[in-house]
């Protein structure tokens, strides 16, 4: 989707003119959008002040950096076990192979009974 020409709060202020009396044409005419654009505006931002809008961004900027921040951190917690790297994965499906007469593609998992 493209970017919209108009910032959040001036997309609040059209709406703010709509809720104060004005045509709603007349105002999607003067802003060039579509009614289905205002419609969309209206689901998202209806009831908030420019101000509010502001406040509402901040808030999201701020949740994702916390959320970037958790899963740096729990990404990988202290004493958990390391993934193991290709060459070692290689190395496992090598040994079953030579073992078992297994073959191991891609995504299979193999499980060996023990008898």
Known sequence: ??????????????L???SNGASMEAVCAAAHVS????YR???????????????LKALRRENAELRRLLAERSARP??????????????????????HGVSL??????RISGG
Not at 1 to 14: G, P, Q, V
Not at 41 to 55: A, E, H, I, M
């Open 1 to 14: 989707m493209a970017a919209s020409r108009l910032t959040d709060e001036e997309i609040a202020a059209l």
């Open 16 to 18: 703010r003119e709509v």
């Open 35 to 38: 009614t289905r654009t205002f």
């Open 41 to 55: 505006w209206k689901r998202k931002f209806d009831g908030l002040t420019p101000s509010g809008v502001r406040q």
């Open 78 to 99: 202290a004493g958990a076990p390391s993934i193991p790297d290709a060459a070692e994965r290689g190395a496992t499906g090598t040994r079953l192979r030579e073992m």
């Open 105 to 110: 593609g891609r995504f299979a998992t193999v």
